[in-house]
């Protein structure tokens, strides 16, 4: 091999060995550890692991806290997921628009994606205290206040009102990336055709902008399955176990009961959950596609 591109591939491994060895440390590393917990019981204190095999996911499963859990989490996303995309590109094609004050409005609605999480749900517990921003709000129309986290029916939505706080701005600037690349010839040769409003929606934009839909649609189911801290913060779960949702449950199981090897094995339920709606979203983007 000539010594230039033996340089060049010392430079190019230099370059990647930083992120390799995040990758191995921060994902692969646990994942291994989380399985090999999984199958092994892991007390806490001086004993050595022993050899279990799958007793551990028998109990998980037969207990009822993880199924409430599962339940709870497909529950959240089947309902949040299709509310963040849908609210972020209506927003995506109404910024996209040369209106007066789109940028600020744009600026303003991606700003609590620059909060972190845990800072955002200390701010809503804030906004959901008997005696907070909200149901003062309502007392000035004549409206009697909520209790919010504090409702085992009002609780779960609550907690997707916080998240998608936080998320929609998020996706929607990918979105808008996607808007801006689509071709405004398309448009005015539907125009011309006499397509209406919705007509170049539905055969202009959304087959335009199936990339960034379907990137969408796979980030945001994962990043919600990862939902941790406003739940930890606002509700820990409660009440009655309305939101407690898988990550919550890996927490109070690891950190809470000390059951570590119960933990790693609701762990990798849940990355075998998560890999299992990503293929199935993979697949069904890639048949549209055809």
């Excluded at 809503?124 to 004549?142: E, K």
């Excluded at 009697?144 to 998240?163: D, E, H, K, R």
């Amino acid at each position: 091999m000539p010594k230039s591109r033996t340089r060049d591939l010392r430079v190019a491994l230099g370059f990647l060995a930083p992120a390799v060895l995040a990758a191995v440390l921060l994902r692969l590393w646990p994942t291994v550890r989380a399985v090999w917990d999984s199958l092994h019981s892991t007390p806490l204190g001086f004993e050595s692991p022993s050899w279990v095999g799958l007793d551990q996911f028998a109990a998980l499963f037969g207990d009822p806290g993880f199924r409430n859990s599962l339940g709870v989490t497909v529950l959240f996303g089947v309902i949040v997921n299709p509310l963040q995309i849908v609210v972020a590109l209506a927003l995506a094609m109404l910024f996209n628009q040369r209106i007066r004050g789109a940028g600020l409005m744009r600026s303003l609605v991606f700003l609590p994606v620059a909060i972190p999480q845990s800072v955002s749900a200390v701010i809503w517990a804030v906004a959901f205290r008997p005696d907070g921003p909200l149901n003062g709000t309502l007392a000035l129309f004549g409206l009697g206040g909520l209790a919010y986290t504090a409702s085992p029916v009002q609780a779960l939505p609550s907690i997707m009102l916080v998240v998608s706080w936080i998320g929609v701005g998020y996706w929607m600037m990918f979105l808008i990336a996607g808007l801006k690349e689509i071709d405004p010839a398309l448009y005015d040769a539907a125009a011309i055709d006499g397509a209406g409003m919705w007509a170049r929606f539905r055969y202009v934009t959304v087959p335009q902008l199936r990339r960034q839909l379907g990137f969408v649609l796979v980030a945001d189911t994962v990043s919600n399955l990862l939902l941790f801290a406003p739940v930890q913060i606002l509700t820990k779960g409660g009440p009655n176990g309305r939101t407690d949702v898988l990550m919550n449950d890996i927490f109070e199981r690891a950190y809470t009961q000390g059951d570590v090897g119960g933990a790693a094995a609701a762990t990798v339920v849940l990355v075998v959950v998560a890999l299992a709606i990503v293929i199935v979203q993979f697949r069904l983007l890639s048949r549209s596609e055809a």
